[in-house]
């Protein structure tokens, strides 16, 4: 069963004053638990980054709480910023709670919205979470940064090879754009200049890609280089990503070879 929120006359009778402060807005204060009320783990997305574009995007944390008595109830908040100075935050669809079992496993919902959670691309990067749990004989749980993630956004990557029939030894040369998600104008913006980028050439039968050149995007978001063809092949683009913008590898483009 899912509900969305505790009442406060519940918190005020289980937990006191202090229970019913961590609820109201952050302030900068440590952990804090009651009683043998304790939460073991959250996972934000499975442990792995999470990726959003321009789009509306759903997120799931899990949150593992414990109590021999069972949880009245088990939420989270995601935050970006200092606990005591959060600039964004984003709360869960709804609470889960109740239930009997002294270990339980809360998957909660959140929404993530370009434009507005986050408000622009300058949230991209760390988040934290904040969580309690609060069990059925009014002990309780409080953490002010249960776990961390990256919170990136996507990126977009083309690539050119030109000529895509050349004869053997002349040079190609590759073109791309590298985009990432730009979530205050709701759609793909360039790149920041700079941004190092890897070409790689896979040759016809073969199994794996090798990097041939590095390169940076030039301040509209595009990157080129020459090489010089000997054999059949394709070209791709590869980024590696930050903390704050996702990896990604563009489509191949391939290049016919041809012989004197």
């Known amino acids: 069963m899912r509900i969305k929120s505790v009442s406060a006359s519940f918190v005020a009778a289980a937990c006191g004053a202090m229970v019913l402060s961590a609820l109201a807005a952050p302030a900068a204060h440590a952990d804090e638990r009651f009683g043998d009320t304790d939460i073991t783990g959250v996972v934000v997305a499975g442990g792995d980054p999470v990726v959003l574009g321009t789009g509306p995007r759903t997120v799931t944390v899990e949150v593992t709480a414990t109590d021999p008595a069972g949880l009245q109830e088990i939420d989270a908040t995601l935050y970006h910023g200092s606990f005591s100075a959060q600039d964004a935050t984003i709360a869960s669809d709804a609470a889960c709670g109740p239930t009997a079992a002294a270990t339980t496993t809360c998957t909660l919902t959140f929404t993530l919205t370009p434009g507005t959670a986050p408000a622009d691309d300058a949230l991209a990067?760390?988040?934290?979470?904040?969580?309690?749990?609060?069990?059925?004989?009014?002990?309780?749980?409080?953490?002010?940064?249960?776990?961390?993630?990256?919170?990136?956004?996507?990126?977009?990557?083309?690539?050119?090879?030109?000529?895509?029939?050349?004869?053997?030894?002349?040079?190609?040369?590759?073109?791309?754009?590298?985009?990432?998600?730009?979530?205050?104008?709701?759609?793909?913006?360039?790149?920041?200049?700079?941004?190092?980028?890897?070409?790689?050439?896979?040759?016809?039968?073969?199994?794996?890609?090798?990097?041939?050149?590095?390169?940076?995007?030039?301040?509209?978001?595009?990157?080129?280089?020459?090489?010089?063809?000997?054999?059949?092949g394709s070209y791709r683009w590869s980024y590696a990503g930050t903390s704050g913008t996702a990896a990604a590898v563009s489509p191949a483009d391939c290049v016919d070879v041809r012989f004197p």
Do not use: C, M
């Open 125 to 232: 990067g760390t988040w934290s979470v904040g969580a309690y749990a609060i069990a059925a004989d009014g002990d309780a749980a409080f953490l002010d940064s249960a776990a961390s993630f990256d919170l990136r956004r996507e990126t977009l990557l083309t690539a050119d090879a030109a000529p895509e029939k050349v004869r053997w030894g002349r040079t190609v040369t590759v073109t791309g754009e590298v985009r990432h998600a730009g979530w205050a104008a709701g759609a793909p913006v360039a790149a920041a200049a700079g941004q190092e980028v890897q070409l790689q050439f896979r040759a016809k039968g073969g199994s794996a890609y090798r990097t041939v050149k590095t390169v940076t995007t030039a301040a509209d978001g595009t990157v080129s280089a020459n090489v010089r063809a000997f054999q059949d």
